[in-house]
């Protein structure tokens, strides 16, 4: 290209976008492709909010590392699944909520219904919370819906809005008062390991 003068014109090139500078869907796909600068900028753009979930569930230093590793590796063995990466925050905090339930299952000083209050964890308000209940409360009844009728009932009755005592529960159960705390420690755990599969 030639100016009147005659001499040459340089075409004006438009900047590269740099990965940072892209909405995450565009991110997401390079990263499917195998481009470790965009993998980098998820981990930037979406490693506190794994780690803080994993804190909320009061997990030790090495135990919140063993969830992010973790959650980390289930994105990449499910990339391919993943078809609304503008949800990808949404998806990775379930992930690390449920690896971190996973983990905190294991450990024994962990009490039954602690655990289920976290899964359920209302501080979960900071993050995407409507997303984020909606996915714990669909998996929490998905579960439920598993477990033996007699297990549905017992839990049934001990979260009623009702607030009955295990008087009124053992006559509507048929169960001896002394039966129903060791029966509930049963069904949580059932409950939990169920939960743990999702």
């Known amino acids: 290209m030639r100016s009147n003068e005659g001499t040459a014109v340089q075409p004006r090139l438009e900047r590269a976008p740099r990965v940072h500078e892209l909405d995450i869907a565009d991110v997401f796909e390079r990263a499917q492709s195998g481009d470790r600068v965009a ?98 409360a669909t998996a929490i009844r998905a579960a439920a819906e598993k477990l033996p009728p007699r297990c549905k009932r017992l839990l049934g009755l001990l979260t009623s809005r009702e607030d009955l005592s295990y008087k009124e529960i053992s006559e509507l159960l048929s169960m001896p008062v002394g039966s129903i705390g060791p029966t509930r420690g049963r069904c949580l755990a059932h409950l939990r390991r169920l939960l743990a599969d999702f």
Not at 72 to 83: H, S
Request: with cysteine; glycine share 4%.
């Open 39 to 136: 993998w980098e900028e998820l981990v930037v753009r979406f490693g506190a909010l794994v780690s803080a979930v994993a804190r909320r569930c009061r997990l030790s230093e090495a135990d919140v590392a063993e969830v992010c590793q973790t959650t980390w590796l289930r994105l990449v063995e499910n990339l391919d699944r993943i078809k609304q990466p503008d949800r990808l925050g949404a998806w990775l905090a379930t992930t690390s909520r449920r690896e971190s339930l996973r983990i905190a299952t294991r450990r024994a000083n962990v009490m039954a219904g602690d655990t289920l209050s976290q899964v359920a964890d209302t501080e979960a308000e900071t993050l995407d919370a409507g997303i984020l209940r909606e996915e714990q």
